[in-house]
């Protein structure tokens, strides 16, 4: 089976349905498009997500639990608090690091590789 690696960002954006990609819509793209072996466009993401995130939970089950429920939504407490950093960026990264330094329970790598869907679970969907 193909993999590749991804940021742990791309994969939790997918898996909490909150963008928390380092890299913002262009890595939860990149992750869509591989797992997929699609052009996935942005009208097209929510229904990648369905296909893709129960193969994410089943290769990062530690990522699919109450800990990391309540991590995304204290990400999402502090996007809508203000926290006073102004870089969204910086703010995801500290958070990041919080979970990859396994301060909620649950110790994730920075890098992890992915696999691609098993075939024909991808609906194609002409993008027009």
Known sequence: METKKFHISDVLSVITDVLVSVR???GLIDI???M????VFTHQI?????????YLIVQFPQLDT?????AAAELVEMFKAGTGKTDTKMLILGWLSKLTSGSYGVHVDENVDVARL???I???IDPV
């Not at 929510?46 to 129960?54: G, L, N, T």
């Not at 109450?66 to 309540?70: A, G, H, L, Q, Y």
Request: net charge negative.
């Open 24 to 26: 913002g819509m262009d």
């Open 32 to 34: 869509l498009d591989f």
């Open 36 to 39: 997929t072996g699609d052009r």
């Open 46 to 54: 929510s229904m990648a997500i369905e296909e893709c995130k129960p």
């Open 66 to 70: 109450p800990e990391i429920d309540f």
């Open 118 to 120: 098993p075939h024909g």
């Open 122 to 124: 991808h609906k194609r």
